[in-house]
């Protein structure tokens, strides 16, 4: 049996009509894409009940949504406090006090607790040896959707905010 692969070069016509497109080189808005679709995949996996995928891309989505508002030429990795600190620091409209940034604050610092380094959910074990999200016994489901949620549709009027100021 031949291998053919399931990914299209960008210099070819492609025959599939459902075809999932991967590169951002031809997105509106490459982050505003990419914070999307990884919302949608933790949705989607908080509603069909997978747990540890679900929390990796609810804290990647944390990652996006916060280097995006910090702006190229962040140098901060997969570190959400120091990210945070850094959008504090510099007066940022998350820190502002109302309820909603407020939760959307506290969110992103218990994912950060209950997985510094970024590498929980992501893998069976951390890089440490550890079993993953082993401090971690479960999430309400509503609630962390919730959450999620929150997080989005604050980033994505964010996002949308600077787009039309530009």
């Known amino acids: ?57 609810a804290r990647q989505l944390a990652e996006l949504s916060l280097k995006a508002f910090v702006g190229p030429g962040q140098k901060d990795g997969h570190d959400l406090g120091k990210l945070l600190k850094r959008l504090q620091e510099s007066g940022d409209d998350l820190s502002a006090g109302d309820d909603d940034r407020h939760l959307v604050v506290e969110f992103i610092r218990d994912l950060y607790a209950r997985d510094p380094r970024g590498d929980q959910g992501r893998y069976a074990t951390t890089k440490g040896g550890d079993l993953s999200l082993a401090a971690v016994c479960c999430a309400n489901p509503e609630l962390f959707r919730q959450h999620v949620d929150r997080l989005f549709l604050y980033t994505q009027h964010r996002i949308s905010r600077v787009g039309q100021s530009a």
């Open 1 to 57: 049996m031949t291998y053919v692969s399931p990914f299209g070069d960008m210099d070819t016509d492609h025959e599939w009509p459902d075809a999932l497109c991967l590169s951002r080189t031809h997105c509106a808005n490459a982050s505003e894409e990419t914070i999307g679709e990884f919302y949608e995949g933790a949705i989607a996996l908080i509603d069909a009940g997978v747990p540890q995928p679900a929390f990796f891309l």
